[in-house]
């Protein structure tokens, strides 16, 4: 969300009408948070990530009120590294990494929900962000019979096997495994960066289907969107 998807947010709202909204690196000021809120949705919270050009940018979740009924907010931090500490002295930024979690009550169902949204280091080894997805995982009760969501940018391009791993351990499953890269860049005339690096992860909770929103072009990520049944 740092570069052009928020001129075409609105669009792609209307047209797919998501109950629940996972954003990163999206600017967490309320002029742009209301954009999203005059669509009829509703700030569940956000937690603030790092600053860039004077602009605080964080990961940000919305939900239909009429669908869901929010619980309880909370965020925790993730473990850094020395990139982050040198960026948090230049910029004057003192904030980790951090995972916001979210619970809600479902309406018809009466189920809880809880969702994790995540946004790991880009410019780091998978070896942190492998701390920092253990971080988030062990912030689940392994044997607890709520239904989860964790989604977002979890920035994992390579060593898939170990990631996979620890989905397993955790017991949750991927949504995800139908898309091959999310994120596309082009360096050269006709050369093209393709990577998978979000992943839309679950668990007691039925996946119906699960789809990369190829005309979006306003981001160097493909949105996601996943559907499930309570």
């Known amino acids: 969300m740092l570069n052009k998807a928020a001129e075409t947010i609105k669009e792609l709202l209307n047209a797919y009408k998501p109950d629940l909204i996972f954003l990163q690196e999206i600017g967490t000021d309320n002029k742009n948070l209301k954009v999203i809120q005059n669509l009829g949705y509703r700030l569940a919270d956000y937690s603030n990530s790092f600053i860039r050009r004077n ?4 990961v940000t979740t919305f939900y239909n009120s009429r669908v869901f009924t929010m619980k309880k907010s909370n965020s925790f931090n ?3 590294n020395l990139y982050q500490i040198v960026t948090f002295v ?6 980790p990494r951090t995972v916001l979690k979210n619970e809600f009550i479902h309406k018809k169902s009466k189920k809880v929900l809880s969702l994790y949204n995540v946004h790991l280091s880009p ?5 942190l962000r492998t701390r920092q997805i253990k971080n988030t995982f062990g912030d689940m009760l392994l044997n607890e019979k709520k239904a989860v969501i964790i989604a977002g940018d979890f920035n994992f391009p390579y060593g898939r096997k170990r990631f996979e791993n620890l989905i397993t351990e955790h017991k949750l499953k991927e949504a995800t495994n139908n898309i091959n890269f999310t994120f596309g860049k082009k360096i050269l005339k006709n050369i093209t960066i393709k990577l998978k690096l979000d ?10 289907s699960n789809n990369k929103i ?12 996943s ?3 309570l």
């Open 55 to 58: 602009a605080v940018y964080g």
């Open 78 to 80: 993730l473990p850094t």
């Open 90 to 95: 230049l910029h004057g930024n003192r904030n």
């Open 123 to 127: 410019f780091a080894t998978n070896q």
């Open 199 to 208: 992943y839309v992860l679950y668990k007691n909770i039925k996946l119906i």
């Open 214 to 225: 190829n005309n979006f072009n306003k981001s160097d990520h493909f949105p996601i969107l």
């Open 227 to 229: 559907t499930f049944s």
